[in-house]
Every structure is written in C-alpha cells, then in structure tokens.
C-alpha cells in the first residue's frame, strides 16, 4: 500500500484501523492526543464507533464491555492515564477477553511532565493492576515499527484472550517519519467472533463473563489456566532484534527509541574499537530471557540503556544470571539520552571490564543515573 | 419445588390452575439473600418485563459489585459483571458496539451513588440509550452495614456508629433528582416494593424503563427503596414499614423525568 509522512500517533491509530478495530474509547492526554483525535473523524468516517469517555477509567471499562461482546476495542493513553487503567485491566485479565491498549509514554512519577520517558515498563510489563498475569506489551522503535506491530495487536489479543499493550516513548508518538501502511483487514464476520462474546443469548444458553470465583480452588483454577496461558505466550512470541552480536565483547541492551539511538552508539563504538553487540528486545513481555541469556555467555560486560532509572536492568540482570557484569545508564524525567552520552558510558564500561574474565565478576553490577 | 410435596409442576399445568409462575427470564437457581430482602422481588420485576416484552433473548445484564454480585446466575440472560461502580461505562461499550441489543445495569448505593458518581453522571449526560435499576437500602449490605452515600440522617451503621452527621459525612443523595437534571435521561423515577401497591407500580416503571430503550429515547433510570433486614437489625416486616416510614419521606416516591416521547409511549 501507500508510503507517506506519518506522525507517530496518527500512524498508530490508522495501523490500528487497518487491524480491524470496531470501537475506540479514549481521554485526551499529552502526548497521546493527536491518536485520539484521528480516531474522533476517521473511526465515524467508517462507520465504527468512537467515542471520548469521562476519564480513563471509564474508557478502559468501555473497551472492556465492548470486548466482552466480542467487538475489536481498544483504548490509547499516556503513562498517568495508564496508572487510572490498571483496575480495568485487571478485570479484563481475570475475565479472558481480548483487549488492546497503546501506552505514550511521558516522564513520572505523578503528574511528571509531558516528555518521552520509558518509566511505564514495570507498571505494563507486570501485572496491570491486582492479581496474577501479564499482558503482552510490544515496543517499536520506528514509526514503521510501530505501525506494523499494532496492525497485528487485535490478532495477538484474540488468539490469546489477552491484553496487548503497544508501549512507546513520548517522541515516537510526535515524531514524523516515512511509513508503509498495510491494507485494511476485512471486518470481522459473526462466525469468527469468539465464542465467549456477550451477545444476547439467542438460541443458546445464556453466558457469563465474570472475574469473580468466590471458591477458592475455582479461583486457583483460573489462576493456574492464567498462567498456562502465559506460559505459552512466552514460548511462542518473544521477539528481538539483535545487531553484531556474534564477535561482541561487550553488549548493549535498550528498547524503543533508546534502542533505535544505540544503532548509532554502536556503529561509533565500532569505528574506535569496541567491538559491541545491540540486543533490542521488541517483547518486553514476554521479555527475551533465553536469548539474551546465551548472549551473555562470554561477553566481558553489558550496558543497559533506558529512559528511565533502571527498569528494564531488572529483566536483563534475571536473563543474564551473574553470566558477566551488568551495566546501566539512564536519564530520567524525560531527559532523552544522546548517542554521545551512551558512547561515553560504554567506553567508560569497556574500560572497566577490559580485562575481566567471563562470568568472574558476579557481584559486580552497578548502575548509574545520570 | 412443588415437587418436594410431591405435585410436579406439570400436574399443576394440567390441571390449569397456574395463577403465578417463575418468568422465563428468572433462573431456577435458589439465591443467596437474606430473608426479607427485597432484591428478589426486583429481580423477578424485572424478569417479568423482560418476559413481557419478548427480549430475553436479546437482553444483557451489567451486574454490580454488592449484594447482587451473582445477579447472573438468578437471570437467564447474557451476563457480563463490573467492577464496582463502573457499570455504567461497560454497558456503554456493550451498548454501542451492539445497538440492536438491550443493556441494563444492575446497581446498589454504593456502587452506583458514591464509587461510579462520575460512570452514571456521564453516561446519563450522554444519554446512553442503556437502562439502569438502582437499589437504594440505605447501607453497604455485602461489607456489613456500612455508611453509605444514601444513608439517613441519624441512622446508625457500623461505620457510623454515632448515627450519621452530615456535618461530619454530608447529607444523602437523591440519585434520582440528580440523574433527572440530566437532558440526556428520558425517564428518571423513584419507585419501592414495600407493599402490593408499591411492587405492581415498581413493575409498571420496569416496563417503561425497557420500553424507553427500545425506542432509543436515551437513558432510564429506576431508583428502588429496598430493604436490608439484616443489617438494619429489623424483622422484614418492620423493614418494609421502615422504608415507608422512614425512607419515603426523604427520599419521596415519583416521577423526576418523563419526556413528551415517554409520555407519548404511556399513553
């Protein structure tokens, strides 16, 4: 299909409409916005529905009805009407419905301020909200990325009767780039809506979609199924990127736009020297464990990179298991690092780790703020 | 039942001597009420209607977080259950993405006129073309007889153990003269079902808060004075007289919105 000038959110929002979403509920918030307001023409235009709900809590309790009913829906926000979405989530968790949501992050904690940050990846990489469970959540580094990872979110939320959040950085949701837009997805026919949708119990029994299991074991019960699904999403649908890994020493591990500056860091590096490998994790839940795992094996160090304090660091650290030394280098508060920034931090870890034999250094992990 | 005493329901059948029967849209389940509670009796009004009007099999029910948390299992209708006091915003979605369907909500004081104040604020000023039944016992029954947002002047609950201040918790809210100030709602009443008078006009206004939706008028609402026995600390029938007594005249019965298309529709 047609290649043009895209801002980021807008780019989103019609990836979105040619994913097949049927209903967008929605609260404005910088720096979302413009996602919502595309959706406030186009989505009538088409004769779906939008509409702009009184707050995110109710636009994620709108999304939830409507999935119930087996409507493609979904909701956008930025990182303060997340943190009001997680009660919604958990309920949508707990009831098995598909559901996708798009999380533009800006800087925190409270109000913060309107800037890119990474600072949401533990509230959406855990549970969402009270409770067991992790929703898929995908994080592109390009407008590209973002557009042919959300044409693919309703798919990956109904095959799993889950939530998919697509998380990216305030910037991508501003930026403008060059993107491809894929064609539009046929709309869903009833036969494919799933079997559990709420539709008026015509010539059937009656169903009930509910998060409430009063008895113990039924509770565990669906725990247990909660976490065998999880477990099959983390076989099937880890995903990376990794860049000259194979001679790496040392490894630079960042996701999103962050992921994207260390393309450069990395081809500067390479040019003084540093032999450096890029591993970008694309699912950040599922997070890529095995792979950066085996990575890790041999590498003298690894810097992580993040908007944020060090989040991200804690998944590395668990997939890396004291294989060789963990590094990190953060701004915060929507601070965006620059290339030279991380150049320098990963020139002051290969100075460090130079010498250091493979997987000796346990203890040594540090992490540095700027 | 019957069949305990050994006459199944078909022998009655037979015999033509059906005065009163379970309406279809009312499951054979026994519930968990208290004795004396009168959300039971609503529920079968609202069966009844459901019956009446032949949608059974169209209807889906938002249930609540309270007492009526398992409302699901006591009608025979498609069921989703909220979280509390976000009724109003999940019959939204279900209502919009599906128009040719009736969505009512199911909700208590709590839920509906203190937790989810801006889910029903909102959806009333829209006019969501949903249905709304709101129960009004004047106290948390499912957490043991707390304060609740409609909870008397004076009235004793465990966590207004003094009786309630309104210099100190406010005053009680008059949902249904709120939600009527709202041009979006088409018909807003206040109804109880203390006695048989009470009960056969409660069902009346079921009805027409159905008919509302089917004619895609806009939002209606139906508040119900209803008994809590158990934690008022009162047999049921004193709990009935105390909703007449007591309850009635600061929350009076009657019709706070009915629009000339509702008008039209009665007459």
Redesign the interface.
Known sequence: MSRGLWKGNEAIAEAAIRGGVEAFFGYPITPQTELLEYMSWRMPNLGRTFLQAESEVASINMVYGAACGGARAMSSSSSPGISLMQEGLSYIAGSDVPAVLVDIMRGGPGLGNIQPSQSDYFQITRSTGHGDFHPIVLAPSTVQEAVDLMYGTFLLAEKYRTIVILAADGSLGQMMEPAEMPPMRPPLTEAERGDFAVRGAAGRSKRIITSLFLNENELEALNLRLQAKLKTIQEAERRWEEIDTADAEYLLVAFGTVGRTCKTVLREARSMGIKVGLFRPITLWPFPWPRLRELAAGKRAILVTEMNAGQMLEDVRLAVEGRCPVEFYGRTGGVMPLPDEILEALAGVAHTHRSAANGVELSHVSGGVR | MSAVIGISEEMIVEQGNVMYKRPDALSDAFTHYCPGCTHGIIHRLIAEAIDELGI?????L??PVGCS??M??YL????????HG?AP??????K???PD??VFTYQGDGDLAAIGT??I??AANRGENICVFFINNAVYGMTSGQMAPTTLPGQVTTSSPQGRDVKLHGYPIRMAEVIAGLPGTAYVVRRSVYDARTIRQAKKAVVMAFKTQLAGLGLSMIEFLSSCPTNWHMSPPDALTWIRDTMVPYYPLGDFKVTDEMKALEG
């Not at chain 2, 059974?56 to 889906?60: F, Y």
């Open positions: 059974k099999d169209k209807t889906i938002v249930a948390v398992l699901y299992h025979d209708v498609d069921a989703v259950e909220a979280a976000r915003a999940m019959a939204t979605g279900l919009r993405t599906q369907k009736v801006a889910e604020f909102h």
